[in-house]
């Protein structure tokens, strides 16, 4: 590690230190490192396969029967076959299980993760908001109850929600899609309640976790950015390290509690 990085590193643990409410938003680039592409950016799926229309939930919305064929009968994006086969494949690196011992620590106080994978509630971290669902789930579109999918690949549609008729679709957030209101008020409460926020691997574009940033700085609170490369943050930010998501939380880690 370069010398400046190096400094601003003993920057960052003086700060988690000296706060007693510490939390971590996790992005897509949390996930590389477990072989699981992001959408943007130079070895996003996007660069591969095209940036897709953001329409998905108005189209589930338009037509939820021929929504579920299309699922059914493959013929959705390429480029989300991409990612759920290596989804599927995927298991949690060193950086996840070093999250969930910050949080057996009490260093850190709760996470929010973009990520869809499931890698964070299988490291074992347990004050988790999933704020763009579970590829493991389902949920009503009336109520926000979520239920387990049990097999991977699906064959019929989801029957109506059993608590409220609600339609039933995957967890996992549309493009278009609001976020349940439920899971949105914890990520704000979660937010309001933090002095030090450590971003990691998300490029802070996508809304609306992305707004609670900035609101975020308005109220005073220090921002870290960990990110291999620049990010919108980077106004904000307090301390920024260029640096993967795993290298960073195995230093970190080494660092806080020798
Ligand atoms: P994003 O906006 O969170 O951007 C990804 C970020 O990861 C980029 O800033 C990139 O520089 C950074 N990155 C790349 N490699 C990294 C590494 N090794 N360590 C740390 N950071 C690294 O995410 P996106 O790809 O634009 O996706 C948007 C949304 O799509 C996500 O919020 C999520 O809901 C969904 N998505 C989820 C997964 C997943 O569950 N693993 C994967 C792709 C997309
Ligand atoms: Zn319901």
């Not at 592409?37 to 338009?62: A, C, H, I, Q, V």
């Not at 494949?89 to 011992?101: E, L, N, Y």
């Not at 926020?197 to 998300?202: C, D, R």
């Given at each position: 590690m370069e010398k400046f990085q190096k400094n601003n590193l003993k920057k960052i643990i003086e700060l988690l230190n000296s706060s007693d409410n510490n939390i971590i938003v996790l992005g897509a680039g949390m996930s590389v490192e477990s072989g699981i592409p992001t959408f943007r950016g130079e070895n996003g799926l996007w660069k591969k396969y095209g940036t897709p229309k953001m329409d998905s939930y108005k189209k589930f919305l338009n037509n939820p029967e021929e929504w579920w064929n299309n699922e059914i009968n493959m013929k959705m994006d390429k480029y989300i076959y991409e990612l759920r086969h290596k989804i599927n494949v995927a298991k949690p690196h060193d950086g996840h299980f070093i999250i969930s011992k910050l949080e057996k620590l009490g260093i850190i106080k709760g996470v929010i993760t973009?990520?869809?994978?499931n890698l964070d509630h299988k490291a074992g971290i347990k004050n988790l908001i999933e704020i763009h669902g579970n590829r493991t789930k389902f949920r009503c579109i009336e109520c926000e109850k979520t239920f387990d999918r049990n097999e991977i690949i699906i064959k019929k549609p989801p029957k109506n929600c059993?608590?409220?008729n609600g339609i039933v679709k995957f967890d996992t957030v549309m493009f278009g899609e609001p976020i349940p209101k439920t899971k949105l008020d914890k990520a704000k409460q979660l937010f309001n309640q933090s002095k030090v926020i450590l971003a990691i691997g998300t490029s802070a574009t996508v809304r609306p976790i992305s707004g609670l940033f900035w609101i975020a700085e308005k109220e005073g609170k220090k921002i870290i950015d960990i990110n291999p490369n620049e990010t919108n943050l980077k106004e904000i930010s307090t301390h920024n390290l260029k640096i993967n998501a795993k290298r960073f939380l195995e230093i970190l880690e080494k660092e806080i509690t020798k």
């Amino acid at each position: 590690m370069e010398k400046f990085q190096k400094n601003n590193l003993k920057k960052i643990i003086e700060l988690l230190n000296s706060s007693d409410n510490n939390i971590i938003v996790l992005g897509a680039g949390m996930s590389v490192e477990s072989g699981i592409p992001t959408f943007r950016g130079e070895n996003g799926l996007w660069k591969k396969y095209g940036t897709p229309k953001m329409d998905s939930y108005k189209k589930f919305l338009n037509n939820p029967e021929e929504w579920w064929n299309n699922e059914i009968n493959m013929k959705m994006d390429k480029y989300i076959y991409e990612l759920r086969h290596k989804i599927n494949v995927a298991k949690p690196h060193d950086g996840h299980f070093i999250i969930s011992k910050l949080e057996k620590l009490g260093i850190i106080k709760g996470v929010i993760t973009q990520n869809i994978d499931n890698l964070d509630h299988k490291a074992g971290i347990k004050n988790l908001i999933e704020i763009h669902g579970n590829r493991t789930k389902f949920r009503c579109i009336e109520c926000e109850k979520t239920f387990d999918r049990n097999e991977i690949i699906i064959k019929k549609p989801p029957k109506n929600c059993l608590n409220c008729n609600g339609i039933v679709k995957f967890d996992t957030v549309m493009f278009g899609e609001p976020i349940p209101k439920t899971k949105l008020d914890k990520a704000k409460q979660l937010f309001n309640q933090s002095k030090v926020i450590l971003a990691i691997g998300t490029s802070a574009t996508v809304r609306p976790i992305s707004g609670l940033f900035w609101i975020a700085e308005k109220e005073g609170k220090k921002i870290i950015d960990i990110n291999p490369n620049e990010t919108n943050l980077k106004e904000i930010s307090t301390h920024n390290l260029k640096i993967n998501a795993k290298r960073f939380l195995e230093i970190l880690e080494k660092e806080i509690t020798k």
